[in-house]
């Protein structure tokens, strides 16, 4: 169930449930808030004062109500002097009233609307939903009781128009939550032919163009990499295809393309059983292509935007593909097999191509790919190797607004001869030194010399504990970052800034 989300006119202290009361330094109570009673105001600064709360970013703490205001609680969260603050902190300052409040037995949020140097006030609304929405998300569909109480509306204080602001803010935020759900859903459920199934969905709900190419499409295509992976199981590997088209003018043609593999095994290069169960979020790449695409009709990007899903579930039986196999691709070059838990490669190889095909202008693939780039950056980054420096720095950028961190790493050109095969064209791993960069390499040999991004999230697609912004599970990683990249991109970035 997905959080109201309303504005309003209404004084701040005529309004129940959990209230936000915004500290700046010194632990003084927002200057936007002139319009409480001063006696009011010094007894919120003093109790934020005397819990901790100084105004400083990251503080917050639940005060006990008032009298003269109808609130059930307070909840003083510090935001900073005003002439620092940044939409950064105020997304923060958002996802920490949330926790606050539910821990509490909230379900009613109110937050005044704040003001942040240089942004406009429908961009401040935007992010208190984005923040809100993204660390209000639970998982329960599968527990007989959902444990604890979770926010179900929001009201915004503002005298300006910021309807705008607010329908973006929920537009974003229920894109990371679709990606989400599909990541966290148990292989058992969502398989290749189910998640197919649901782009078909959501390409009927939102008008976009859909293609679902099976088994037997897929052989008739010569697509034997994806076919490869999925052969070791009962449930059929499948390449789906989905497409915006906007209305009128079209500034530029772009694909995306996202591995999922629904359950990953590793294959008869079998992976250790400890944190297997983790491995049904194989397919988090996917799940943020088919998030992005379902929020386009909504944005309007004057951008035509191809989806290409490659899915397939990496299972070891007497019909799995084996190390040595020699595979030929849909590009036509051949790859000798040496682990088969390498696989995600495999149906990207084969998804870039087709992409290729559409007559795109730049390819953007997102993979959960190589633990090595995990290694690297850590839990809470993913990496960007590109050969196009305009989309790189413009995918840096995207990440940097939305608060997604990204770090550009190489492609360095004598890592390539690893690649090479004694008996094919080329190696699907070259092992673990530098593996991130060589899967990379291995892509961009598919990308026929487009413009490209590779958007490695095996670190922050999935949360071993729960955040700021989420439980554990799903993280939705990316899907703000793509979003954001598509505005700058189409040059239809006005008055969303960091």
Same mark, same amino acid.
């Given at each position: 169930?997905?959080?109201?989300?309303?504005?309003?006119?209404?004084?701040?202290?005529?309004?129940?449930?959990?209230?936000?009361?915004?500290?700046?330094?010194?632990?003084?109570?927002?200057?936007?808030?002139?319009?409480?009673?001063?006696?009011?105001?010094?007894?919120?600064?003093?109790?934020?004062?005397?819990?901790?709360?100084?105004?400083?970013?990251?503080?917050?703490?639940?005060?006990?109500?008032?009298?003269?205001?109808?609130?059930?609680?307070?909840?003083?969260?510090?935001?900073?002097?005003?002439?620092?603050?940044?939409?950064?902190?105020?997304?923060?300052?958002?996802?920490?009233?949330?926790?606050?409040?539910?821990?509490?037995?909230?379900?009613?949020?109110?937050?005044?609307?704040?003001?942040?140097?240089?942004?406009?006030?429908?961009?401040?609304?935007?992010?208190?939903?984005?923040?809100?929405?993204?660390?209000?998300?639970?998982?329960?569909?599968?527990?007989?009781?959902?444990?604890?109480?979770?926010?179900?509306?929001?009201?915004?204080?503002?005298? %300006?128009?910021?309807?705008?602001?607010?329908?973006?803010?929920?537009?974003?935020?229920?894109?990371?939550?679709?990606?989400?759900?599909?990541?966290?859903?148990?292989?058992?459920?969502?398989?290749?032919?189910?998640?197919?199934?649901?782009?078909?969905?959501?390409?009927?709900?939102?008008?976009?163009?859909?293609?679902?190419?099976?088994?037997?499409?897929?052989?008739?295509?010569?697509?034997?990499?994806?076919?490869?992976?999925?052969?070791?199981?009962?449930?059929?590997?499948?390449?789906?295809?989905?497409?915006?088209?906007?209305?009128?003018?079209?500034?530029?043609?772009?694909?995306?393309?996202?591995?999922?593999?629904?359950?990953?095994?590793?294959?008869?290069?079998?992976?250790?059983?400890?944190?297997?169960?983790?491995?049904?979020?194989?397919?988090?790449?996917?799940?943020?292509?088919?998030?992005?695409?379902?929020?386009?009709?909504?944005?309007?990007?004057?951008?035509?935007?191809?989806?290409?899903?490659?899915?397939?579930?990496?299972?070891?039986?007497?019909?799995?593909?084996?190390?040595?196999?020699?595979?030929?691709?849909?590009?036509?070059?051949?790859?000798?097999?040496?682990?088969?838990?390498?696989?995600?490669?495999?149906?990207?190889?084969?998804?870039?191509?087709?992409?290729?095909?559409?007559?795109?202008?730049?390819?953007?693939?997102?993979?959960?790919?190589?633990?090595?780039?995990?290694?690297?950056?850590?839990?809470?980054?993913?990496?960007?190797?590109?050969?196009?420096?305009?989309?790189?720095?413009?995918?840096?950028?995207?990440?940097?607004?939305?608060?997604?961190?990204?770090?550009?790493?190489?492609?360095?050109?004598?890592?390539?001869?690893?690649?090479?095969?004694?008996?094919?064209?080329?190696?699907?791993?070259?092992?673990?030194?530098?593996?991130?960069?060589?899967?990379?390499?291995?892509?961009?040999?598919?990308?026929?010399?487009?413009?490209?991004?590779?958007?490695?999230?095996?670190?922050?697609?999935?949360?071993?504990?729960?955040?700021?912004?989420?439980?554990?599970? %799903?993280?939705?990683?990316?899907?703000?970052?793509?979003?954001?990249?598509?505005?700058?991109?189409?040059?239809?970035?006005?008055?969303?800034?960091?």
């Amino acid at each position: 169930m997905g959080i109201e989300v309303v504005t309003s006119s209404e004084p701040l202290d005529r309004l129940a449930g959990s209230v936000v009361i915004p500290i700046v330094p010194d632990g003084e109570v927002e200057g936007s808030l002139e319009f409480l009673e001063a006696s009011l105001r010094a007894w919120i600064g003093r109790s934020a004062r005397a819990v901790g709360v100084t105004g400083r970013v990251g503080q917050a703490a639940v005060l006990p109500p008032c009298e003269g205001m109808a609130a059930e609680r307070l909840i003083a969260v510090g935001l900073g002097g005003s002439t620092q603050r940044t939409l950064t902190d105020v997304r923060k300052a958002a996802a920490l009233a949330v926790k606050l409040a539910a821990e509490a037995g909230g379900r009613s949020l109110v937050w005044p609307l704040v003001q942040v140097p240089g942004v406009n006030d429908a961009t401040v609304a935007q992010v208190l939903v984005e923040g809100t929405v993204l660390a209000s998300y639970r998982f329960s569909r599968y527990r007989s009781l959902e444990g604890g109480a979770r926010i179900e509306r929001l009201a915004v204080i503002a005298g %300006a128009e910021i309807d705008t602001g607010i329908r973006y803010g929920r537009l974003v935020g229920d894109a990371v939550t679709f990606a989400r759900d599909l990541t966290n859903e148990p292989g058992n459920i969502l398989d290749p032919e189910r998640l197919s199934g649901i782009a078909w969905e959501v390409a009927q709900e939102v008008g976009l163009e859909c293609a679902i190419y099976d088994r037997a499409l897929l052989e008739e295509l010569g697509a034997g990499a994806i076919l490869a992976v999925g052969q070791g199981s009962r449930r059929e590997p499948r390449l789906v295809h989905l497409i915006y088209r906007p209305e009128g003018e079209v500034r530029g043609r772009l694909a995306l393309v996202g591995k999922a593999v629904t359950f990953d095994s590793g294959g008869l290069s079998l992976k250790p059983a400890e944190g297997m169960e983790r491995m049904k979020g194989d397919m988090a790449g996917g799940a943020a292509v088919l998030a992005v695409l379902r929020a386009l009709p909504a944005l309007k990007l004057p951008l035509e935007v191809h989806g290409v899903v490659a899915a397939a579930e990496n299972l070891p039986d007497g019909n799995a593909f084996r190390p040595g196999d020699i595979l030929r691709t849909f590009s036509g070059k051949t790859v000798e097999v040496i682990s088969t838990d390498a696989e995600g490669r495999l149906l990207l190889a084969d998804a870039l191509t087709f992409a290729v095909r559409q007559g795109v202008e730049l390819l953007i693939d997102i993979a959960t790919l190589t633990g090595a780039c995990a290694i690297a950056l850590g839990r809470g980054g993913s990496g960007v190797f590109a050969s196009d420096e305009r989309a790189r720095d413009l995918l840096l950028q995207a990440a940097a607004d939305v608060g997604e961190r990204v770090w550009p790493l190489p492609l360095w050109e004598e890592y390539r001869e690893q690649l090479r095969s004694e008996h094919a064209d080329l190696k699907n791993t070259a092992g673990r030194w530098g593996a991130a960069i060589n899967a990379a390499l291995f892509l961009r040999e598919f990308t026929e010399g487009r413009p490209w991004l590779h958007l490695d999230i095996a670190g922050p697609a999935w949360a071993e504990q729960g955040g700021l912004f989420g439980p554990a599970g %799903a993280t939705g990683h990316g899907v703000r970052t793509l979003i954001r990249f598509l505005e700058l991109w189409a040059g239809c970035a006005e008055g969303r800034q960091a």
